[in-house]
């Protein structure tokens, strides 16, 4: 489920980013000022299909963010204990067996 789920976001996340870039821009920045036309001072129109589709893109990544969050907070295991774990079975594997037994 939680691969699935990565695999969802990740999808999404290009989706919007492609959307995203598709969008015309507002303006030229400065050089439109003095010289543009009423559309130009109040921004590029944006086609209601892109529009739309820039809304779900982003409500999906927000859901798929959110369901991620879950379920990696009700994951007991942290990076860090894994870690230790490793360390304590290469430490009880360089012990000789006679050592080992002593203890």
């Known amino acids: 489920m939680t691969i699935f789920l990565i695999v969802v976001h990740i999808f999404v996340c290009l989706f919007l980013i ?5 969008q015309a821009g507002k303006g030229q920045g400065l050089s439109n000022i003095f ?3 009423a559309q130009e001072v109040f921004g590029a129109k944006t086609p209601i299909f892109l529009a739309k ?4 893109c982003a409500v999906l990544f927000l859901v798929t963010s959110l ?3 879950v379920i990696s907070m009700h994951q007991r295991k942290s ?3 894994e870690i230790e774990t490793e360390k304590k079975v290469q430490v009880e594997q360089t012990i000789p067996m006679d050592e080992a037994d002593k203890e």
């Open 53 to 56: 589709a820039t809304a779900v």
């Open 67 to 69: 369901f991620l969050a």
């Open 18 to 22: 492609s959307v995203i870039l598709l």
């Open 35 to 37: 010289g543009g036309g």
């Open 79 to 81: 990076l860090m204990e």
